[in-house]
């Protein structure tokens, strides 16, 4: 099993930035692929980002797209996702995410990943 843990999370204002990362214990990191997802309250969990296992594929949810960059150093056990530009609709509780490799994957279900961060709070006031 593999246990990933979030940080970095917080209230900050519009056009702020933010650095959020996930840690994953065990020694499998580098083949996971790895995705960041966000829940904001009423909605559904839906996919900020993702990442193959080597961090030479990326994929970004369009709203996001040139604010956001997902990125993972695989000697660190930690993916990153740097966040820009914030604005108050990115609120929401982000959650790291991982899955076994694929060849050079990445994925963008909820469903397709199997382990699981127990989340981090952004909150960006206007």
């Known amino acids: 099993q593999v246990q990933l843990v979030e940080s970095g999370g917080g209230l900050v204002q519009a056009g702020a930035s933010l650095r959020l990362s996930c840690t994953a214990s065990g020694r499998t990191f580098s083949s996971l692929a790895m995705g960041w997802f966000r829940q904001a309250p009423g909605k559904e969990r839906s996919l900020v980002a993702a990442?193959?296992?080597?961090?030479?594929?990326?994929y970004y949810e369009y709203s996001v797209k040139g604010r956001f960059t997902i990125s993972r150093d695989n000697a660190k056990n930690t993916v990153f996702l740097q966040m820009n530009s914030l604005k108050p609709e990115d609120t929401a509780v982000y959650y790291c995410?991982?899955?076994?490799?694929?060849?050079?994957?990445?994925?963008?279900?909820?469903?397709?990943?199997?382990?699981w961060g127990q989340g981090t709070q952004v909150t960006v006031s206007s």
């Open positions: 990442i193959n296992w080597s961090g030479g594929m990326t």
């Open positions: 995410a991982g899955v076994p490799a694929s060849g050079y994957d990445y994925y963008t279900l909820p469903a397709e990943y199997v382990y």
